[in-house]
């Protein structure tokens, strides 16, 4: 794949056609460079065998303390993705951020990356943050998309940059922590076009919050209890998910997907739009009952799971490597599915096929999409490394994870305050939190590559 460098600068700029086949040309993935075992948590905590490995479907969990932040996240993915495929930092004219990690009430962390991309001669890059808990990264590339799409493109293409760290106060939360970012490059005759209508649900709720800014930990946590209610896919007759092929879900634990998501997928597959002929679509051997009761049942979510289960296997099962190793990374979960079937499914493989995603964020917001799978992935596969790189984690006691979270607490709204985390728990190349001064301004510095 050759990245298309359309424009130095957007002065003088006019596209002689309308893009087409607009979406992802390039991708990277950034996570820490340290997981703890969620089986030797189990024991760490004093909880029964399988209640993180099994009940919450989690193998590991990626961890991080006070040099990193998602600044630096930011930071390590963009210029990870620029380096990785030669990208001429002048080509980008828009960078959007999808992140629920907030360290500044005001400052957006688009604008720590934008240091890097002046040090080039570019400061006229569009786009700011989106936040809504999980979701905030699919709001990016939308408006990456639409911008591209849209008689305001200069010809540049865009940069789409989503990222968390996840973590909770000691208690039945913690281990659904995790942390990881993203970066795609956006732009024209992309070999993943997004196809143009999405599905979508939004409501005011308050399953999941961070109402308390002097703490990074959630107020509450009742994510498997959320439900996105219009999951439906795209608009029209004659789609169904029977014309996906690879299905991808926000996942924030394993679990969650395995439990909640094959059942609703099952669910569409067999139940017709048209409200008179629901009845027709029950599985065999489960009474009839309202619509709404039966989102809640148990017994018809296991005769789902049973029902899924060959098609969850080889399928969404592929789009969990980064799941089953990072955890949960909140607005890049969705996104490091993507790349875990892209790592997981060969080239040839995906050529023409139809990908899935579906996008939820507490609070909430939530939307279906599809990509089309249009042209060679062989070059993202590769730059990704997605596989050695997660095999490659550093699997520390969960003393450490524990200590790592204190670090981060000491850390947190904090002046005058350097970093006492080890640099060596810094991937070479990774940037780090350096310093935060009297006026809470906060200083990086980039580990040397090996």
Same mark, same amino acid.
């Given at each position: 794949?050759t990245?298309?460098?359309?424009?130095?600068?957007?002065?003088?700029?006019?596209?002689?056609a309308?893009?087409?086949?607009?979406?992802?040309?390039a991708m990277?993935?950034?996570f820490?460079?340290?997981?703890?075992?969620?089986?030797e948590?189990?024991?760490?905590?004093?909880?029964?065998?399988?209640?993180?490995?099994?009940?919450?479907?989690?193998?590991?969990?990626?961890?991080?303390?006070?040099?990193?932040?998602?600044?630096?996240?930011?930071?390590?993915?963009?210029t990870?993705l620029?380096?990785?495929?030669?990208?001429?930092?002048?080509?980008?004219g828009?960078i959007?951020?999808?992140?629920?990690?907030?360290?500044?009430?005001?400052?957006?962390?688009?604008?720590?990356?934008?240091?890097?991309?002046?040090?080039?001669?570019?400061?006229d890059?569009?786009?700011?943050?989106?936040?809504?808990?999980?979701?905030?990264?699919?709001?990016a590339?939308?408006?990456?998309?639409?911008?591209?799409?849209?008689?305001?493109?200069?010809g540049?293409?865009?940069?789409?940059?989503?990222?968390?760290?996840?973590?909770?106060?000691?208690g039945?939360?913690?281990?659904?922590g995790?942390?990881?970012?993203?970066a795609?490059?956006?732009?024209p005759? !992309?070999? $993943?076009?997004?196809?143009?209508i999405?599905? &979508?649900? @939004? #409501?005011?709720?308050y399953?999941? =919050?961070?109402?308390?800014?002097g703490?990074?930990?959630?107020?509450a946590?009742?994510?498997k209890?959320?439900?996105?209610?219009?999951?439906?896919?795209?608009?029209?007759?004659?789609f169904?998910?029977?014309?996906?092929?690879?299905?991808?879900f926000?996942?924030?634990?394993g679990?969650?997907?395995?439990?909640?998501?094959?059942?609703?997928?099952?669910?569409?597959?067999?139940?017709?739009?048209?409200?008179?002929?629901?009845?027709?679509?029950?599985?065999?051997?489960v009474?009839?009952?309202?619509?709404? !009761?039966? $989102?809640?049942?148990?017994?018809?979510?296991? &005769?789902? @799971? #049973?029902?899924?289960?060959?098609? =969850?296997?080889?399928?969404v099962e592929?789009?969990?490597?980064?799941?089953?190793?990072?955890?949960?990374?909140y607005?890049?979960s969705?996104?490091g599915?993507?790349?875990?079937l892209?790592?997981?499914?060969?080239?040839?493989?995906?050529?023409?096929k139809?990908i899935?995603?579906?996008?939820f964020?507490?609070?909430?917001?939530?939307?279906?999409f599809?990509?089309?799978?249009?042209g060679?992935?062989?070059?993202?596969?590769?730059?990704?490394?997605?596989?050695?790189?997660?095999e490659?984690?550093?699997?520390?006691?969960?003393?450490?994870?524990?200590?790592?979270? &204190?670090?981060?607490?000491?850390n947190?709204?904090a002046?005058?305050?350097?970093?006492?985390?080890s640099?060596?728990?810094?991937?070479?190349?990774?940037y780090?939190?350096?310093?935060?001064?009297?006026?809470?301004?906060?200083?990086?510095a980039?580990?040397?590559?090996?």
């Open positions: 794949m990245v298309p460098m359309n424009a130095s600068t957007s002065q003088d700029v006019a596209p002689a309308r893009p087409s086949d607009v979406g992802i040309l990277e993935m950034y820490p460079r340290r997981c703890i075992s969620e089986e948590l189990e024991e760490f905590d004093g909880v029964s065998k399988g209640k993180y490995t099994i009940g919450l479907g989690q193998k590991y969990m990626a961890c991080c303390d006070d040099r990193e932040d998602i600044n630096t996240f930011a930071l390590t993915a963009v990870g620029i380096e990785k495929y030669n990208i001429d930092p002048k080509s980008i828009r959007d951020v999808g992140t629920e990690t907030i360290i500044d009430k005001s400052k957006a962390t688009k604008t720590a990356l934008m240091d890097y991309f002046a040090d080039a001669g570019n400061t890059v569009e786009g700011v943050d989106s936040k809504n808990a999980c979701y905030g990264s699919t709001a590339l939308f408006n990456a998309v639409n911008w591209v799409e849209s008689a305001s493109w200069d540049r293409n865009a940069i789409v940059v989503g990222g968390d760290i996840a973590i909770y106060a000691e039945s939360g913690r281990p659904t995790g942390a990881g970012a993203f795609i490059l956006i732009g005759n !992309a070999p $993943l076009p997004l196809e143009p999405h599905g &979508t649900h @939004m #409501a005011n709720t399953d999941f =919050y961070k109402p308390k800014l703490s990074e930990y959630p107020e946590f009742r994510t209890h959320a439900k996105a209610k219009k999951a439906q896919g795209l608009s029209g007759p004659a169904s998910l029977a014309d996906v092929d690879f299905p991808v926000h996942s924030p634990y679990k969650m997907v395995r439990r909640r998501t094959p059942p609703r997928v099952q669910r569409l597959h067999r139940q017709p739009r048209r409200p008179q002929v629901r009845e027709r679509a029950r599985p065999r051997g009474a009839a009952q309202p619509y709404k !009761a039966s $989102l809640t049942d148990k017994n018809l979510e296991k &005769t789902f @799971m #049973a029902i899924a289960k060959a098609d =969850y296997d080889t399928t592929k789009g969990m490597r980064c799941a089953r190793r990072c955890g949960n990374m607005t890049a969705l996104y599915g993507l790349a875990s892209l790592a997981s499914v060969e080239p040839a493989e995906l050529k023409g139809r899935s995603m579906f996008a964020g507490s609070g909430i917001a939530s939307s279906f599809t990509i089309k799978v249009k060679d992935t062989s070059e993202i596969r590769a730059k990704l490394d997605l596989v050695a790189r997660l490659s984690m550093k699997l520390v006691p969960c003393q450490e994870y524990v200590d790592a979270l &204190t670090l981060r607490e000491k947190h709204n002046g005058s305050y350097v970093p006492e985390g640099l060596e728990n810094i991937w070479p190349g990774g780090y939190l350096e310093s935060i001064d009297s006026k809470y301004r906060r200083k990086y980039r580990r040397e590559k090996a």
